[in-house]
């Protein structure tokens, strides 16, 4: 009687050990085929001469090094570099603000928070074509201003090769510095009342409260910020598209769309494929440091 009632332990036993793993295993096997197993076949592709269809001539680094010869990818790098210095410096400084705004427990917070979130609930395309209406200088702002009696304004910035790329930052700080504010105001929620208070009865001022105990302890929030904003930068598509399109001409081309188009429209796989292990390995470049950080920090 003895003998059976430990098997019957001992069988419940194994099923709470595996069940959760026979539970997830359906989703694992999708994962690993279906992200990592097409990011080690795009990899591959990149080093063939695949067209409009893969192919497995291999050319070994041809590929990469067209690349960075095509006039389209480098201006498409420098557009990046505009667009995620500034999306990521300005998200950043807003959401901060923000964030010191809310904290200080003011009228109104519990209807101006989701004010500043609600963006972020929005899809980019979304985001993209109801800024392209804005912008447009036939329908949007200009239209508007000249309609009130205002004939001489203009901003026309969306048609413009040369301010066009700052459109899109504008359009997409809208969109994230609401999701950094709740990333800011979270991490300010969390800092120890008893130490600024001490702070306070030792007779420091606001500036010096911010600049040596909050802003140190808020260090957390500022890497996950920087992190998750470079990463929507690296990998914007949707809202360029919807935006600009790429244009006018390339002025709003960054890496994503060049992916795109080389790969889908001009039947230049090979080429597509080198510029995603590009923005992968870039992704990686930031995304490691990181996890390392937080993994040591935690050990």
Do not use: C
Not at 93 to 111: F, N, T, Y
Not at 127 to 155: Q, R
């Amino acid at each position: 009687m003895a003998a059976s009632t430990d098997t019957g332990v001992d069988l419940r036993t194994r099923l709470q050990t595996w069940l959760p793993k026979l539970v997830l295993a359906p989703s694992l096997a999708i994962m690993l085929v279906f992200v990592y197993g097409f990011i080690a076949f795009t990899i591959y592709l990149s080093f063939t001469d695949s067209r409009m269809l893969p192919s497995f001539g291999w050319v070994g680094w041809d590929n990469y090094d067209r690349l960075f010869r095509i006039r389209e990818w480098n201006t498409a790098i420098s557009n990046l570099a505009v667009f995620a210095t500034l999306y990521i410096g300005i998200s950043t400084l807003i959401g901060l603000s923000l964030a010191i705004l809310l904290d200080q427990k003011i009228r109104g917070e519990g209807v101006l928070r989701p004010i500043f979130l609600y963006p972020m609930a929005l899809s980019f395309i979304v985001t993209g074509t109801a800024w392209k209406w804005f912008l447009d200088p036939a329908i949007g702002l200009e239209n508007t201003m000249h309609l009130w009696g205002w004939e001489s304004f203009t901003f026309n910035w969306i048609k413009d090769r040369e301010m066009a790329i700052y459109t899109v930052v504008i359009a997409a700080v809208w969109q994230s510095s609401g999701f950094v504010m709740a990333m800011f105001l979270a991490g300010l929620r969390g800092i120890d009342n008893e130490i600024l208070k001490a702070a306070q009865i030792d007779g420091a001022s606001n500036w010096n409260l911010y600049r040596r105990i909050i802003l140190p302890q808020l260090r957390p929030a500022f890497l996950s910020a920087f992190v998750i904003l470079s990463h929507l930068a690296i990998k914007s598509y949707d809202l360029v598209i919807a935006l600009t399109g790429g244009g006018p001409g390339n002025a709003t081309a960054l890496p994503a769309t060049f992916m795109y188009s080389y790969t889908f429209t001009r039947n230049q796989m090979g080429i597509g494929a080198a510029s995603a292990v590009i923005m992968l390995m870039t992704i990686a470049a930031i995304m490691v440091p990181y996890l390392y950080a937080e993994l040591k920090e935690k050990k």
